[in-house]
């Protein structure tokens, strides 16, 4: 979508899309999960758990930080990542609510 027409779309409606970009891919979807079982911030034992190449992650690891769903911080030479508890649950609930009003709407006669 081009940068112009954002402004067509409530704040709201922006910020989710973003959020489901950031996340539209297997690999981000992989990083969260690891992220979150192991409830800790992870400084590069991701490529182990992942079986990809660091560059890969290290990609994908930008996107979810310019996204905001994560957080890092510099240790040494090394970066390490964790999920931001207060964006993930202000996107938590945006999804939900997105979910819960499409729920409301659906009809059993609906093509």
């Not at 996340?23 to 990809?52: F, T, W, Y």
């Amino acid at each position: 979508m081009g940068a112009t027409k954002t402004d067509l779309f409530t704040k709201e409606q922006n910020e989710l899309a973003s959020m489901a970009k950031a996340i539209a891919h297997p690999a981000r979807i992989a990083i969260l999960q690891q992220l979150m079982k192991l409830n800790a911030c992870v400084c590069g034992s991701l490529v182990d758990e992942l079986g990809l190449a660091q560059p890969t992650i290290s990609q994908h690891l930008k996107e979810l930080k310019l996204a905001g769903i994560i957080q890092g911080t510099v240790e040494g030479t090394s970066v390490c990542y964790c999920i931001d508890p207060k964006v993930w649950q202000k996107y938590r609930q945006f999804f939900n609510d997105f979910f819960v009003a499409v729920n409301e709407l659906a009809r059993e006669d609906c093509c």
